[in-house]
Every structure is written in structure tokens, then in C-alpha cells.
């Protein structure tokens, strides 16, 4: 497969047999460097934060507020990102535009924009929503935040969840209960509302996994262009055994089906394992990453198998 794009990429599969007869099959696949998982779209605050995630080796290289470059301290964990607008670059009254540059360094660098508009109302009603953790492996979720006196706050989630209804256990909180969320990337919306005011709003996205997935790997299934001295890396949606992640259980192999020799490791903070070869793969060599059922989490649930291929350079 040729180098994915970041972004949404159509891939066209064509098929024929000895009679004649042809099919076409359609499907997207997407690779995004960075996405960004929650932010306030109508706020009071002038200097809000911004959350999101970066792919395996990814980076943000800078950041814009109304295409002006602002020096900006980021926080990463290896996979999710934050910052918060500086007091230097306070929002006033109106529309702005923040967009975010990173470059996937662990690849063949490319780097991919992503824009958000954030509109700042002084009068409007105070608003906040705690970060949820995600990924997470339970359908459930209470949702909590802060909000103006007296505010009134909604939540709708897409494409489906059960939403109870809204409670105010304190004079400037709030706290919601949702259930059945679908094992998928889930949006919630959040609006605070009161009367004389401007209403506020935000979302948050989280992705509900109830047995373990490989959420990422590094190389992207299907890159090309791959350095020669690359690490295999799969990161999982939820803390896993490290005893069960080893040589036998995560593996990386040639054309030929030859088990490459290497070292594997699991980091636990990052929630990811990595296969390092023991010497630089073959230029233009195809090869196959491989997770085995065998690992799994602390409750005995295994992963689902997964396989991925990509070609070294």
C-alpha cells in the first residue's frame, strides 16, 4: 500500500476472477499524527486549554492563535497532550482560530494541521468539564464540571448513550451519570444555559473499549518508507500483564515467515509494548507485526489478535 496521508484516506480495492466478473470495494482508513479530543467552543475564560492525543513518535511543532505563532509549554505523556492559552496571548471578545502543526518524526516525517474555533464571550455563562479518562473499558461514565450560579447544563453524546439527568451537587458544579456508550470513539456535548446570559459550550471525546484493543502502532499499518532501524511498538486501550507481552506473544516477521530476532518490552505508564530488532531490518524487505491472544489484562481477558504489515525504505 502506498504511504497513507494524514487525514482520511479512500482506499479502492478491484477485483476480477477467470469469467470476467469484477467487483469494487470502497472502504476509508484513516491516519491521523494528531486529534484533538476536548475543548471549549464558547467560553468566558481567556485563557482556555486545549486536549488531545499524538500517534506513537509523533510531535507538535507549533502552535498558531489567528495565524500568529505562540510560544506555548505543552504537556505529553507519551500520548495525550494539553496546553492552555498564555496570558501573553489572552483571548479577547470574538472568534478565534488555534491551529495545531505535528509531524510524525518516527516514520518518514509528515505533518498534519489540525484547526479549532474558539469563541470568547466574557459575559458568558461559566462553564467546565473535568477531562474523562479515556480510552476506558467501561460502558459507564459520570461526567462532572463546574458551572455559573444558577446555570442549567445539558449533555447530548453521539452516536448513542443513555444520559441521565443532570444534578447540581453544589452551587457552581455539576455531574451527569451516562451508560451504554458504544465501544467507539464517543462525543459528548456540554451546554450550560441561564437567562440573561450568554450559554457556554464544550465537548469531550472518549473511546470505550469493554475487552483489550491495540489502539496504535508504530510503524501505521501499511507505511512504507519505514527506517531500516525502526521499533515495532502497539499500544493497548488499557493496562495490560507485562508478564504475558514477550517473544512468543508479540513478534515481527519477514516475507519468508523468518521471526525476526529481537527484544521486547511493555511499558506500563504508556501502556505499550515494544519489539526492538536486534539489527536493522532489510531495505524494501515487507514485514508483518504480530500480537497474539496470549496477552492479556489483569482480569484474564485477552486481546484480539491483530496484524499489521509495513515496508522498510
Known amino acids: 500500500m502506498a504511504d497513507l496521508e494524514p487525514g482520511t484516506n479512500t482506499v479502492t480495492v478491484n477485483a476480477g476472477d477467470e469469467r470476467g466478473n469484477t467487483s469494487i470495494l470502497y472502504f476509508s482508513l484513516t491516519y491521523d499524527i494528531v486529534r484533538l479530543d476536548q475543548v471549549s467552543t464558547i467560553t468566558a ?89 479515556t480510552p476506558r473499558d467501561d460502558t459507564t461514565l459520570t461526567l462532572a464540571g463546574s458551572r455559573g450560579l444558577g446555570a442549567e447544563v445539558d449533555v447530548a453524546v453521539s452516536p448513542a448513550a443513555t444520559v441521565g439527568t443532570v444534578s447540581y451537587p453544589t452551587t457552581d458544579s455539576w455531574t451527569v451519570q451516562l451508560s451504554d456508550l458504544e465501544e467507539r470513539d464517543s462525543l459528548i456535548s456540554v451546554t450550560a444555559s441561564l437567562v440573561g446570559a450568554v450559554g457556554s459550550s464544550a465537548w469531550t471525546r472518549v473511546s470505550v473499549y469493554t475487552t483489550p484493543q491495540i489502539v496504535a502502532t508504530l510503524p501505521p499499518a501499511g507505511t512504507s518508507d519505514v ?30 515467515g523468518n521471526r ?24 524494501g524487505g515487507i514485514y508483518t507485526a504480530n500480537v497474539s491472544s496470549a496477552v492479556t489484562d489483569p482480569d484474564g481477558n485477552s486481546v484480539a489478535p491483530y496484524t499489521w504489515k509495513f515496508t522498510v525504505y
Do not use: C
Open 227 to 256: 527506517l531500516p532501524d525502526t521499533v515495532v511498538m502497539a499500544i493497548f486501550s488499557e493496562a495490560m500483564v507485562a508478564t504475558t507481552i514477550n517473544e512468543d506473544t508479540f513478534w515481527a516477521e519477514d516475507e519468508s
Open 45 to 133: 475564560e481567556s485563557t482556555p486549554s486545549v486536549y488531545g492525543t499524538l500517534i506513537p513518535g509523533g510531535s507538535i511543532v507549533s502552535i498558531e492563535l489567528d495565524g500568529e505563532a505562540i510560544e506555548v509549554p505543552v504537556v505529553y505523556d507519551g500520548i495525550h497532550w494539553s496546553f492552555a492559552i498564555p496570558e501573553s496571548a489572552a483571548l479577547e471578545d470574538g472568534s478565534h482560530t488555534v491551529t495545531i502543526e505535528a509531524e510524525d518524526t518516527a516514520i518518514n516525517p509528515q505533518t498534519q494541521e489540525k484547526s479549532l474555533t474558539i469563541v470568547r464571550e466574557e459575559t458568558a455563562v461559566p462553564l467546565t468539564v473535568d477531562r474523562p479518562l
Open 260 to 283: 525476526v530476532t529481537g527484544t521486547v518490552s511493555y511499558d506500563a505508564e504508556d501502556q505499550s509494548a515494544t519489539f526492538e530488532p536486534a539489527s536493522s531490518l532489510t531495505s
